[in-house]
């Protein structure tokens, strides 16, 4: 039976310091390891945003190592390591750590995405999402509809100036997780199909408008995202990207 993991970064706010066990350990060569732990407060690279790094410490302090990357694969989280000093054992008692001012930056890309599409909703434009990237430099949504160019300008400057009084409002960011379809149903107006029946659906809120399915890492409010620049607007193939940074 696979091991499986506590995603503790699936709480709001995501914790970023967390005691754990490892139940995993698989030696790379040259200092490098992967290790399994019981649970972990360590986000793994999914649905647009990019994985944590952080450092990840033995609980009596003599082995240390950099979390370079964090992966899932079914029910378990792997973080891959590269040793400082010491070693790891499986059944070791450990201590995770964070990075800190990554996870902030982004929660912030992936909270600033989230109220884009809010803002799109609340200019009358009930588009499907396809996909979404929310890595630095290169955060973006796209939406299943081919715009012109005098309907993206329109867009563009809509957006600008529903995004920046959203962002005024300074609404707190809210996460629900519910199982009831019809429920789901009511709050964002369909139902992920990546989500196993019976399995609870997450929501998050960046304002009192509809929620939309996500399992990603945010703000607490929306004042933490800071400025959203949009970058650009373009059509393809029945596509339209909206490209999107914030202030750093």
Same mark, same amino acid.
């Given at each position: 039976?696979?091991?499986? =993991?506590?995603?503790?970064? #699936?709480?709001?706010?995501?914790?970023?310091?967390? @005691?754990?066990?490892?139940? %995993?350990?698989?030696?790379?060569?040259?200092?490098?390891?992967?290790?399994?732990?019981?649970?972990?407060?360590?986000?793994?690279? %999914?649905? *647009?945003?990019?994985?944590?790094?952080?450092?990840?410490?033995?609980?009596?302090?003599?082995?240390?190592?950099?979390? &370079?990357?964090?992966?899932?694969?079914?029910?378990?989280?792997?973080?891959?390591?590269?040793?400082?000093?010491?070693?790891?054992?499986?059944? *070791?008692?450990?201590?995770?750590?964070?990075? @800190?001012?990554?996870?902030? #930056?982004?929660?912030? #890309?992936?909270?600033? *995405?989230?109220?884009?599409?809010?803002?799109?909703?609340?200019?009358?434009?009930?588009?499907?999402?396809? *996909?979404?990237?929310?890595?630095?430099?290169? %955060?973006?949504?796209?939406?299943?509809?081919?715009?012109?160019?005098?309907?993206?300008?329109?867009?563009?400057?809509?957006? $600008?100036?529903?995004?920046? /009084?959203?962002?005024?409002? $300074?609404?707190?960011? @809210?996460?629900? &997780?519910?199982?009831? /379809?019809? &429920?789901?149903?009511?709050?964002?107006?369909?139902?992920?199909?990546?989500?196993?029946?019976?399995?609870?659906?997450?929501?998050?809120?960046?304002?009192?408008?509809?929620? @939309?399915?996500?399992?990603? =890492?945010?703000?607490?409010?929306?004042? &933490?995202?800071?400025?959203?620049?949009?970058?650009?607007?373009? %059509?393809?193939? $029945?596509?339209?990207?909206?490209?999107?940074?914030?202030?750093?």
């Amino acid at each position: 039976m696979p091991a499986r =993991t506590i995603p503790l970064y #699936l709480l709001h706010p995501a914790p970023v310091e967390q @005691r754990a066990k490892i139940i %995993s350990l698989r030696d790379l060569g040259e200092g490098h390891f992967a290790f399994i732990a019981d649970k972990t407060v360590f986000y793994p690279a %999914s649905g *647009g945003q990019p994985s944590d790094i952080g450092t990840v410490r033995s609980k009596d302090g003599s082995a240390e190592a950099v979390v &370079e990357r964090v992966t899932i694969t079914s029910d378990a989280v792997e973080h891959l390591a590269s040793s400082i000093r010491g070693s790891f054992t499986q059944g *070791g008692d450990i201590v995770m750590l964070v990075d @800190r001012d990554r996870r902030m #930056l982004h929660s912030r #890309l992936h909270s600033a *995405g989230e109220l884009l599409c809010s803002a799109v909703r609340k200019l009358g434009h009930d588009w499907q999402v396809s *996909g979404a990237s929310h890595y630095p430099q290169q %955060s973006r949504i796209v939406y299943d509809v081919a715009l012109t160019e005098d309907q993206r300008q329109r867009l563009h400057d809509g957006l $600008n100036v529903e995004v920046d /009084r959203l962002l005024r409002r $300074n609404d707190q960011v @809210r996460i629900a &997780e519910v199982i009831d /379809r019809a &429920e789901a149903m009511r709050l964002i107006g369909f139902v992920p199909d990546y989500v196993p029946a019976g399995e609870p659906v997450r929501i998050v809120f960046v304002n009192d408008g509809p929620g @939309r399915p996500c399992c990603g =890492t945010h703000v607490a409010e929306t004042r &933490e995202i800071g400025r959203i620049v949009i970058r650009k607007i373009r %059509s393809k193939k $029945n596509q339209t990207s909206i490209s999107y940074d914030i202030d750093l």
